[in-house]
């Protein structure tokens, strides 16, 4: 299988729904696109701030400058808004739940990598004889970021394209409104887990705030792919 094959848009089900089950159907799938994009991309948001809640430690452990982190997360959103503009065409023309599991697996990826690039000194020379970071590690952790934000921008068009087919024009908006809450619900949640983190284990486990927050994004990419749906078409419903 190709990935273009894997990734096309799911085509209209030979298969329909009985007319009897026809409004139970669409009422629960709705449901579960509401909520499983809500959900969704809270958990982008889990991969996004990690870096901001860890910036003491970063540069108390000498990995960053100040300057530094700045120059990253400058890069970081400008990467982004290409994302977004690019993934906004990508989401029209592919499968919008395999784009968004496919994402948050991406940047669950990055996350990871980031966590443990301290862990590649032996391959690489990432650390000097007092343990602190070189200029390697520097780039190698702000290169990671700054390509976790065109990832990021495989987040919201899918999630946009999924609610445009599952809901009416009449209300959509609503629900995008509310859907809009994904934003303080994921941060809320990975500054709380982090905070946490940094509490209990001390500051120099930074690293576990990029790890746990891309376990928990794993645990949910799996969970988009396996129960979203592209279009009601796509399991056997009128549009």
Known sequence: ???YTFFRVSKPSAEKIEDG?????????????FWGATAAY???????LSMGVVKKPLID???FSAAELGIVASAFYFVYAIGKFINGFIADRCSRRKL???????????????????KLDGMFNLLDAEGKATMGLVYLIGSLWVVNGYIHGMGYPPCASLMAHWFRPSELATKQSIWNASHSIGAGIVIALCGWLLSKFGMSAWNLCFAIPAAIALIGAIVVFLTLRDTPSSVGLPE
Request: hydrophobic residues 50%; positive net charge.
């Open 1 to 3: 299988m190709s990935l």
């Open 61 to 63: 452990d000498g990995l």
């Open 100 to 118: 968004l599991a496919g994402g948050l697996v991406l940047s669950a990826a990055i996350n990871f990598a980031i966590a443990f690039s301290p």
């Open 42 to 48: 809270s958990l982008f948001y889990l991969c996004r």
């Open 21 to 33: 089950r026809v409004a139970e159907t669409y009422k629960s799938l709705r449901n579960r696109t």
